[in-house]
């Protein structure tokens, strides 16, 4: 017995050393990797800080990047980082306008016999990688967007583009060694050739995956390169503790002018949002809508500090316009007219998301205010349903929504509600998790269901075109109408800007009266932001934007 | 489960009459706490098979013109974001609670758990093998982990067979209604549950084997079914009343947890898990914290009472310690 | 003691087909499972753009293929890339954060089995008064409440209400961040510890040499000290073991809700980006760690206590 006791204080003594030099060796490690980065601050820490950092820092919440390679980045999360530390020929400013970056300036041809349009880029030629400092060429160019459009690089956005690029479909296909529109005439020219006129062919630019990356980094180590990327954009990687945070720093070289923010940090594991923001851990923050009444409330001392605008999205309730019931115009109708959305926005969303009576939002460059838009009329919206060849036999209904998380979606069981009261119809909601339900919207499985759009550059084309062009791959609602599909088609090489908003309202009106979609809010975007805060503005889109902000203590 | 399994490894054989369940019966109710909390078990199994009769509202109605109500007489514990009386949605809520767990100990714990347990243990050889080596595997899975990745995996797939029973009477409705969901909710459940059980009966159904009387009946021709119906299985019934038991509280947790996670029981039908991730966001906490409150107020109060009940349970009909 | 190395062979070969099924299933679960990696990776890319990819990354050839090709890498101790996260190995991937989910782990147990046997030793010597029914009703109550309810009730009671910790957000182990965590991972797990301990304290003080050494007239802190704490460890041991591998799925939910960088906080966005290697490696590694756990538990059971014979205790 004796014996055995002791044993087992033995085995107990070593379970608990095992336990402590096992957290002894993992903190040490922690600390010294921590350390060697130049920041492994408690919070309590940072924000009494080291006065040379963290002082003049700016703070704010962040999410992990999928990835930071230009060519693979799909997704906001991963863009927001990599406009940041990348740059292209042009980019986006304040007013979602295309101004230069790299491309100094440039000559856009008259469209040829062909059709097709050559574009020469005179680029600058003080731009430098930020680490490497190796100038940038034209060379460096041709080599990014034929690594983009390379399907050894697997890039999902490359083709969407870089596609409309004459010979890129060629060299996708393996058909030849390079892309034959891509042309270095210079050093600092180049030459790019595309199929047919495409007024917002610069703005398809501003799109990461035209970012200009560093051959010699990427070749040296194809796997690793983006734990140190070599960019050219206004600041630079420092630090990135997957799941911890990201640290950028200001690039001191960049051509348009040093950032006035020598450091900005994300926080990537906070997610406290006005928590943190009330403790002085981040500068900015949105505010969900549990708080948003009050911070509207004027009395509220954060209510100074608070912005709100709209930003380039929509949310609508899509039909497939090849099922019944929905291949009635006369249903998709009533469904659109029965939906209160003012009350949606205002009651259910709290006014963070502003009601749609129409596609394009507002803040979209060419969009027209001569467009019609839905409005909320329960009685017509009966009428319709009863003239419709479905009255008094509609299919079993399912609304189908995508989501993660019991994060019962509020909103869609607000329209199933006002859709049964007014209309009379119960709908089912079945929720789907998001990896299964992009697949089946596209191959047709569902009747009718909820889903958003949001603009990858600011042009009408990037909603109508794109969503509603019969022929198009993402129109999911298999939606076509010969007169749509003409004014859109005219719309896309129409080089007059008041010709083409009025091309695009005629085609959006048709849109709206033929409810492929209904409507329900625009996205829009809101902040707290610090009063030492200089510079901030809500872009409504993910363009470089830290570079116009500056702290200002007291 | 391993706890339990341990300390009913010394269970000795007994026979107990239905006597013998009475006494155990009294002496379980005896016991102030244990009378308790069987009392409050049972009122919330009530209140959760006759919610459609309780429960004051739809847990649906949505009343966008009430959202976030504090408690008032219409909605005596108040409304949540869309205005949906949040008293309503806990006892609908119960339901779901109710309906997993005793579907997935019926078929997890007595169908799979008892049925495995005593093929394994009577059978032997080859059979025991088999079971064991399943189990292993099956413990050596990451429970949670698979949970997750079967029920987002296989939901599609599931929900797709299930619509071809929608036109079926009567079943047809109730599927419609959400209850595929439970379906799939407890089927998985149950296939990560019976390992514990079956170990249990296993072990205890090998020794009763040994035992002369079990010998002496088969010596003398009984078959299989009267051997395990007569002698085995109300000799194994005290274990499985007390695993049973003690995997009360371990089933619904995991429902909840599932559906927390939007893999388990998906909306409408109300779910604590639901309920707890709507309320447990922190600016809900901060602005509504009634929202958690409620409905984590009466897990507690029903997580303690499975404990205290699986505690008196034990005591009672397990030898070693009663 | 005889028997240990061919015994310890035989385990560690059962766990070769052990492992072998539970890739398998963690496999075939994943590839005959509806989703598609690319295409949630990339919501707008047009299917032609999808359909290559596939291709380029073999996701398109027959699910028995992909296996041996899996199979073939792991063997070789490459565990892969990954799909949600075009320009990272798998390897990358989990490594910092099994580091953040493993020290949170050993610290929650360290305060578990630190506060929880004494606890129930305690807890065993008040038994008849007062003070017994209202331990052990506390223990009941904190090792009864499930993580997802007690989490967010932590949260609101110490971060919004008494404002001590932050509610969310991880700055490393030695920050005030890491308490609320520690705290929502061990309660469960010192309530259970202490019941137990209580439970096989009571047992081995009702035992027939613990009787005679009071009789002998030592004082009751020696015989606690000497007899009833070595005797009531022994079971213990089984717990411990096994809580190392039950704590993962603990950290499961206190990862996620307390914004944790860890494994655990990250499966859950795995499964639903469908990245099937970082799934298949975490999934192996949790189940070699449950193999590794229960065997080390049997060894030392067995060295412990020389009566029990190997390969009958701890069927687990």
Not at chain 1, 333 to 342: G, M
Request: net charge neutral; charged share 20%; with cysteine.
């Amino acid at each position: 017995m004796r014996d055995s006791a002791n044993r087992l204080l033995m085995v107990l003594a070593a379970v608990v050393a095992v336990l402590v030099i096992a957290i002894v060796v993992v903190s040490v490690v922690l600390i010294a990797a921590g350390s060697s980065g130049g920041s492994s601050a408690s919070p309590a820490k940072s924000n009494s800080g080291p006065p040379a950092a963290a002082g003049n820092a700016f703070r704010l919440g962040g999410s992990d990047p999928l990835t930071l390679d230009p060519a693979q980045s799909f997704d906001v999360d991963s863009a927001r980082y990599i406009v940041e530390i990348f740059g292209g020929l042009v980019q986006l400013d304040k007013n979602l306008k295309v101004i230069p970056d790299i491309a100094e300036r440039w000559d856009v041809s008259q469209p040829d016999a062909q059709g097709q349009v050559t574009y020469t880029f005179h680029l600058r030629k003080d731009v430098a990688f930020s680490r490497s400092h190796r100038r940038v060429t034209a060379a460096d160019f041709k080599y990014s967007w034929e690594r983009a459009l390379n399907p050894k690089t697997n890039s999902p956005v490359a083709d969407t583009y870089l596609g409309d690029i004459v010979g890129a479909h060629a060299y996708e296909d393996g058909q030849a060694s390079d892309v034959s529109g891509i042309k270095v005439v210079d050093d600092s020219t180049l030459q790019v050739t595309i199929k047919q006129a495409e007024p917002y062919f610069l703005d398809k630019l501003t799109y990461t995956v035209a970012d200009v990356v560093n051959k010699d980094q990427v070749e040296k180590n194809p796997r690793g390169w983006t734990l140190a990327p070599d960019g050219t954009g206004p600041f630079i990687l420092a630090k990135y503790d997957v799941g911890q945070q990201l640290i950028l720093e200001a690039n001191s070289s960049y051509h348009l002018g040093k950032p006035a923010v020598p450091e900005v940090r994300f926080d990537l594991a906070g997610g406290g949002g006005l928590t943190q923001y009330q403790a002085g851990e981040v500068d900015i923050t949105g505010v969900g809508i549990n708080d948003i009444e009050s911070i509207r409330d004027p009395n509220n001392p954060l209510h100074q500090q608070f912005q709100e605008s709209t930003a380039l999205g929509v949310f609508y309730l899509a039909f497939n316009t090849q099922v019944a019931p929905f291949d009635d115009p006369k249903v998709r109708e009533a469904f659109a007219l029965a939906v209160d959305r003012d009350k949606i926005a205002s009651v259910v969303l709290k006014d963070i998301a502003k009601p749609a009576d129409r596609i394009l939002p507002p803040g979209m460059p060419l969009r027209s205010d001569a467009v019609k838009g839905l409005s909320y009329d329960p009685a017509r919206a009966k009428q319709l349903l009863q003239e419709s060849r479905y009255n008094g036999k509609l299919p079993r209904l399912q609304l189908y929504t995508s989501g993660a998380g019991a994060n019962a979606d509020v909103e869609t069981q607000a329209i199933v509600q006002q859709l049964k009261d007014n209309l009379g119809v119960d709908i089912e909601i079945q929720q789907v998790e998001p990896a299964t339900f992009l697949q089946d919207a596209k191959r047709g499985r569902y009747a009718m269901w909820v889903a958003g759009w949001s603009a990858d550059y600011p042009d009408p084309e990037d909603f109508l075109d794109v969503l509603f062009y019969s022929k198009s791959k993402q129109n999911d609602f298999r939606y076509s109408n010969a007169q749509v599909d003409d004014l859109l088609v005219r719309a896309r090489t129409e080089q007059d800007k008041a010709k083409r908003e009025q091309l695009y309202a005629q085609a959006e009106q048709l849109i709206v009266n033929d409810a492929p979609v209904a409507p329900l809010t625009y996205d829009a975007d809101n902040a707290l932001v610090k009063p030492y805060v200089k510079g901030f503005f809500l872009p409504g889109m993910i363009i470089p934007w830290l570079r116009y902000i500056s702290i200002q203590r007291g | 489960m391993t706890t339990a399994e341990a300390a009913l490894d010394a269970v000795a054989p007994s026979r107990p009459p239905a006597s013998q369940w009475r006494m155990a019966l009294r002496r379980l109710l005896r016991k102030r706490i244990a009378a308790s909390a069987l009392c409050l078990i049972l009122i919330f199994y009530g209140v959760g098979v006759l919610a459609p009769l309780i429960a004051p509202h739809s847990y649906d109605q949505i009343d966008l013109n009430h959202t976030f109500a504090g408690p008032s007489l219409r909605h005596p514990l108040g409304t949540d974001r869309l205005g949906r009386d949040v008293l309503s949605r806990v006892i609908w809520a119960s339901r779901t609670t109710v309906v997993v767990t005793v579907a997935t100990l019926v078929t997890g714990g007595l169908v799979l758990g008892v049925g495995l347990g005593l093929l394994a243990g009577y059978k032997g050889g080859g059979w025991d093998t088999i079971t064991m080596r399943v189990g292993d595997v099956f413990l050596a899975l990451p429970g949670l982990l698979m949970l997750i990745m079967i029920s987002a995996t296989l939901r599609p797939r599931w929900d797709g067979w299930m619509t071809h029973f929608y036109g079926w009477p009567i079943i047809g409705g109730t599927l419609k209604s959400g209850a595929s969901d439970y379906f799939l909710v407890f089927g998985v459940l149950s296939l990560f549950s019976w390992v514990g059980m079956a170990r249990v009966i296993r072990s205890q159904v090998f020794a009763l084997r040994q035992t002369e009387y079990v010998q002496a009946a088969v010596a003398m021709g009984a078959g299989t079914g009267h051997v395990v119906w007569r002698h085995l299985l109300p000799n194994v019934s005290n274990l499985i009343v007390v695993v049973l038991s003690a995997s009360l509280a371990s089933v619904a947790g995991s429902e909840i947890a599932l559906t927390w996670l939007g893999v388990g029981v998906r909306p409408p039908t109300p779910s604590f898990g639901q309920l707890l991730f709507d309320g447990a966001g922190l600016s809900n906490l901060r602005t509504h914290p009634n929202l958690l409150l409620v409905p984590a107020g009466v897990l507690v109060v029903l997580f303690l009472s499975f404990n205290l009940l699986g505690d008196a349970v034990n005591d009672v009909l397990n030898p070693r310690t009663g | 003691m005889q028997g240990l190395a061919p015994y310890v062979v035989r385990r560690l070969l059962w766990a070769i087909p052990v492992l072998f099924a539970v890739s398998v299933v963690t496999f075939a679960l994943g590839r005959y499972g509806p989703g598609d990696p690319i295409q949630v990776r990339a919501p707008r890319a047009d299917p032609q753009t999808i359909e290559r990819i596939r291709e380029h990354q073999g996701l398109n050839d027959p699910v028995p293929v992909q296996y041996m090709r899996w199979l073939g890498r792991f063997l070789r101790g490459d565990f892969g890339d990954s799909y949600r996260f075009p320009d990272r190995t798998v390897k990358s991937l989990i490594l910092p954060r099994l580091k953040i989910t493993i020290q949170l782990n050993v610290v929650a147990l360290m305060v578990v089995f630190g506060l929880g046997i004494p606890l129930g030793v305690w807890a065993a010597t008040r038994r008849g008064s007062w003070q017994d029914p209202l331990t052990i009703g506390t223990f009941l109550l904190f090792s009864a409440v499930p993580t997802v309810v007690a989490i967010p009730l932590l949260q609101w009671l110490f971060a919004l209400k008494l404002g001590w910790f932050p509610a969310t957000g991880w700055s490393g182990l030695l920050s005030k961040a890491a308490v609320l965590p520690i705290i929502a991972l061990s309660v469960g797990g010192i309530a259970g510890v202490a019941r137990f301990m209580r439970a096989t304290t009571l047992e081995v003080l009702g035992q027939e040499f613990v009787r005679v050494a009071r009789a002998k007239g030592l004082p009751e802190s020696a015989v606690l000290r000497r007899h009833v704490s070595r005797n009531a460890l022994l079971p213990m041991v089984t717990v411990i073991g096994l809580s190392l591998v039950g704590v993962l799925e603990g950290s499961f939910f206190v990862e996620t809700l307390f914004g944790i960088p860890g494994i655990g906080a990250f499966v859950f966005q795995e499964v639903q980006g469908r990245d099937y290697d970082v799934l298949m490696a975490i999934t192996l590694i949790i189940a070699t760690a449950y193999i590794v756990a229960n065997v080390v538990v049997d060894l030392s059971y067995a060295w412990i206590d020389p009566r029990i014979r190997l390969g009958e205790s701890a069927a687990a």
